[in-house]
C-alpha cells in the first residue's frame, strides 16, 4: 500500500516521545504525530491522549525525501474533539464549586497551621511556667 499524502490510514501506536507518537502503518512503515497534531486543545504530555497498541486514525500530512512520514490524529478525526481528554479528565464543574471547594481546603489549612504553631507555642493562652 502506497502511502500518499492526504491519505487517511489506520495504524497502531508503538512508541511515545515528549515530542509525539510513532504509529505503525500498514506494510510496516512508521511514521510520527507530532505532539501539535495529536489534539486540537493544548497538549502537555501525549500519554494522557494515546498509550501503545492503541488503534488510531491518522492522515499523512508529508512525506519528506528521505521517507520521513508526517502524521496527524487531530486533521484524521475533524468531527471528534479532544478524545482523549474526555476519558482521562473529570467533567467540568462550575467556578462556584471550585470557588466553595478552594475556600473549604484553604480553611482546613489554615486550621491545621494553627494547630500545629500553638502547639509549639504550648497552645493559646496558657502559661509556661
Known amino acids: 500500500m502506497a502511502i500518499d499524502v492526504?491519505?487517511?490510514?489506520?495504524?497502531?501506536?508503538t512508541g511515545i516521545t515528549n515530542f509525539g507518537a510513532f504509529i505503525e502503518l500498514?506494510?510496516?512503515v512508521t511514521g510520527l504525530v507530532h505532539i501539535?497534531?495529536?489534539a486540537d486543545a493544548y497538549v502537555k504530555d501525549v500519554r494522557d491522549y494515546l498509550k501503545e497498541q492503541d488503534?488510531?486514525?491518522v492522515k499523512v500530512i508529508h512525506v519528506d525525501e528521505k521517507g520521513k512520514i508526517?502524521?496527524?490524529i487531530k486533521q484524521a478525526n475533524p468531527t471528534v474533539r479532544n478524545v482523549g481528554r474526555e476519558r482521562r479528565l473529570p467533567p467540568t464543574v462550575s467556578f462556584e464549586d471550585k470557588l466553595?471547594?478552594?475556600i473549604k481546603d484553604s480553611d482546613e489549612r489554615q486550621t491545621e497551621f494553627r494547630r500545629a504553631t500553638d502547639s509549639k507555642r504550648g497552645g493559646r493562652g496558657s502559661s509556661r511556667y
Open 6 to 13: 492526504g491519505s487517511i490510514v489506520e495504524g497502531v501506536v
Open 70 to 72: 508526517g502524521l496527524s
Open 36 to 38: 501539535s497534531e495529536v
Open 100 to 102: 466553595a471547594k478552594f
Open 55 to 57: 488503534h488510531v486514525k
Open 26 to 28: 500498514p506494510d510496516r
